[in-house]
């Protein structure tokens, strides 16, 4: 098998990590885009070039608060744009090092990146997997981590249309039941993956 390297998107709040997390339960290795973003913003070049654009009040204690600099990216696209100039190419970069790595130790690779789309699919992902719910289910679920609905449909609006995500991916996940029904469906397509890339 020349192996499997998959990437997982999708949907604000459709359980995207929950479903890495599963196919992290199967031995696949995984890669999440979010924390290496998470460690960008730990890096003293990025920080300086944030603080020159938006100013010492992003911080606290020396550090980056990312919900901070969210409320500032996701409320105006010019801030968006400079944000993903600035941090995209390097994210890119380490993933596909990352990915060098784990495809020369022979392993399944996943990842979990919520641009995948936006920013332009890599070449090493074999297949796509678009992971969704209904909007009830997803609002539910932004709530218990602190965004309303407004905030919700902010986020949405910086992605490219679910339904065109959706017609660019391979496989398809509905997150509406309960996570055995998930762990039945991931399963079926982590199988099917593996054996379309043998």
């Not at 909007?135 to 490219?160: Q, V």
């Amino acid at each position: 098998m020349a192996g499997a390297a998959i990437a997982i998107t999708g949907d604000v709040g459709a359980g995207k990590s929950t479903v890495s997390g599963i196919f992290e339960s199967m031995g696949w290795a995984l890669i999440d885009a979010d924390k290496v973003v998470a460690d960008l913003w730990r890096a003293d070049s990025i920080i300086e070039a944030a603080v020159g654009r938006w100013g010492e009040g992003i911080l606290e204690n020396g550090a980056v608060v990312r919900a901070r600099v969210g409320a500032l990216i996701f409320a105006d696209r010019a801030e968006y744009d400079w944000t993903m100039n600035l941090l995209h190419p390097l994210v890119r970069k380490e993933i596909q090092l990352r990915v060098e790595t784990l495809k020369s130790e022979g392993r399944l690779i996943v990842a979990e990146i919520q641009m995948l789309f936006e920013s332009g699919a890599a070449p090493w992902v074999t297949k796509k997997i678009f992971v969704t719910a209904s909007r009830s289910i997803r609002l539910k679920r932004c709530l218990a981590r602190g965004w309303d609905e407004a905030e919700m449909s902010r986020r949405e609006n910086f992605f490219m249309p679910s339904e065109k995500r959706m017609a660019l991916s391979d496989f398809v996940i509905r997150n509406d039941g309960s996570l055995d029904d998930l762990r039945e469906t991931v399963a079926v397509t982590a199988r099917a993956c593996k054996g379309e890339c043998a």
